[in-house]
């Protein structure tokens, strides 16, 4: 029946009063708002950065095929097979083996159980391919090989961005895939995208290597450039340490020198290898190396046991915090390259604002001046409906303090349609039942009842359309689906409960009444 119990008019009233008081919070100054909490608007509404990058896999694929090249002489060692003449070039591996093993290598290639070349079930392919050139073996990466390759590289280059990003305190970034080599990120509330793009640039590929001043050593040397440019020495290709064994960075003022510095910690692992590194070489130059080129090469005085240093280099304290955080979040699998770059002013940002919130009142003013025409006073109690729902509506994306695009802005408006569709559809089975039914509260609790299936029906499949923009779409699509969805539950929700709540004390007071409803 058309009957609300007090319970549950208490249990619709504090929702309301409660979801009005966090919507309040977006007019609010932050030190008198209900909770710390706000809708949080993105790059088209509020400004900022938008940068595409691309990434740089050839270094991956060179390294891969490096790791395979060591993993190979090793294995076929222990198959009594000699494998010679390693050469890598064009992203291949050649290598020779006597005529009679060569078969016996390819078939080891080709198992779909081989220990060295991974295969995929899935694409019925392996990691890598081989041929038979006649004179040498030569390996390179199979399509599916490359594929896997980029994907993981990718998702590892997502991370440590996020991780970057994070840091830097940037507030509701969005980082996406676009393809299988590129990342998007768009940075709402940033228009000044250069510290960013400086972190983004830098692969921050620590290494820790010994100064060869005779430019002889049996891993082998290379000549690299100090950071500032001016200075280069030779140091050896053997690695002491590497960033995976930092377990902490820190910018740090050295109370001696005066000057700031980068304080960091190892990993046991790492701090074992340190310690005995040192030990067997004081007396020499230990290189610090970020992307390939020397930090600084200080002189190792005593043995380092303790799994922690500092790395000095002129450093200001914004160029030591910055590196610190690079250290901290890792190393990218590959160098980024920014394709494309667009900022977004906040004058831009604003009329976006103005625009769909014009468009948001000028509908809204209609659907009230319709509704009221159309329904008297339950067109009255429809528009009160909508308004709160609204409100709701905005509550609700406070308190996840959900990010707001301008096709959220239309996911809104789309809402507001929806929930006029709603209690059109009431209304005019209500009208029905009035026709056969001349108790009023037996019409319009049927009207109700029965307008149901419907109502449901293409609120639940909006949902479903949501939900699959949610998860197969990305940026202004997400918040475009967000705000669908959040609104079909505040419409379903304001309909069979707020304006159900006002109809029915309404029909109470007035049961008797003739053309209850036009």
């Given amino acids: 029946m058309l009957y609300f119990s007090k319970l549950r008019i208490i249990f619709v009233s504090l929702i309301c009063i409660f979801f009005i008081l966090i919507a309040s919070n977006n007019l609010l100054k932050p030190e008198k708002r209900f909770i710390d909490k706000k809708i949080n608007l993105g790059l088209d509404l509020q400004g900022g950065s938008y940068l595409l990058l691309e990434i740089d896999n050839s270094p991956v694929i060179e390294q891969k095929i490096q790791n395979i090249s060591t993993l190979i002489r090793t294995y076929f060692k222990e198959k009594g097979i000699r494998v010679g003449n390693l050469k890598f070039s064009n992203k291949k591996l050649s290598f020779t083996v006597e005529d009679k093993f060569k078969q016996n290598v390819i078939d080891e290639f080709q198992d779909e159980n081989s220990n060295i070349n991974p295969y995929y079930p899935r694409f019925k392919s392996h990691q890598l391919d081989i041929i038979d050139t006649g004179s040498e073996l030569e390996l390179s990466f199979s399509k599916q090989g490359l594929v896997e390759l980029k994907t993981s590289s990718q998702d590892q280059a997502l991370e440590i961005i996020r991780r970057r990003i994070d840091e830097i305190g940037t507030n509701e970034p969005n980082i996406l895939k676009r ?38 050593d049996s891993f082998g040397v290379e000549k690299l450039k100090y950071e500032d440019g001016l200075n280069e020495d030779f140091v050896s290709k053997r690695i002491i340490l590497s960033g995976d064994n930092l377990l902490d960075a820190q910018p740090r003022m050295n109370n001696q020198t005066n000057e700031t510095v980068v304080s960091f910690t190892l990993d046991r692992v790492g701090a074992k290898r340190f310690g005995k590194a040192t030990s067997a070489n004081v007396g020499r130059q230990l290189a610090i190396i970020l992307d390939g080129k020397i930090i600084s090469a200080p002189v190792i005085r005593d043995t380092i046991a303790s799994g922690s240093g500092q790395i000095s280099g002129g450093f200001t304290f914004q160029s030591a915090t910055d590196l610190a955080l690079l250290l901290r979040s890792g190393a990218l699998p590959a160098p980024l390259n920014i394709i494309e770059e667009r900022t977004v002013g906040p004058d831009l940002g604003q009329d976006s604002i103005n625009a769909g919130m014009f468009a948001l009142i000028v509908g809204f003013i209609l659907v009230i001046i319709y509704m009221f025409i159309k329904y008297k006073i339950f067109g009255l109690i429809t528009n009160i409906t909508l308004i709160t729902n609204l409100i709701i509506l ?27 569709d709603a209690n059109v559809l009431i209304f005019e089975r209500i009208k029905e039942e009035l026709r056969n039914e001349k108790n009023n509260i037996i019409a319009f609790d049927s009207g109700y009842v029965k307008s149901r299936t419907a109502i449901l029906d293409a609120n639940v499949t909006t949902l479903l359309a949501a939900i699959i923009l949610f998860f197969m779409g990305s940026g202004p699509i997400k918040g475009f689906s967000v705000t669908l969805g959040v609104g079909i539950f505040t419409t379903l929700f304001s309909v069979y409960f707020i304006a159900r709540l006002f109809t029915a004390i309404y029909v109470s007071k007035n049961k008797d009444k003739e053309a209850l409803i036009r």
């Avoid at 393809?179 to 000044?192: K, S």
């Avoid at 406070?398 to 990010?403: D, I, N, R, Y």
């Fill in 394 to 420: 905005l509550g609700i994306l406070t308190l996840f303090e959900a990010t707001l695009t301008l096709p959220g802005i239309a996911g809104i408006i789309l809402t507001v349609g929806m929930a006029v």
């Fill in 179 to 216: 393809g299988n080599d590129r990342v998007l990120v768009e940075l709402p509330g940033l228009d000044d995208p250069k510290r960013i793009k400086s972190l983004l640039g830098k692969t921050a590929n620590l290494t820790f290597r010994f100064v060869s001043k005779d430019n002889q």
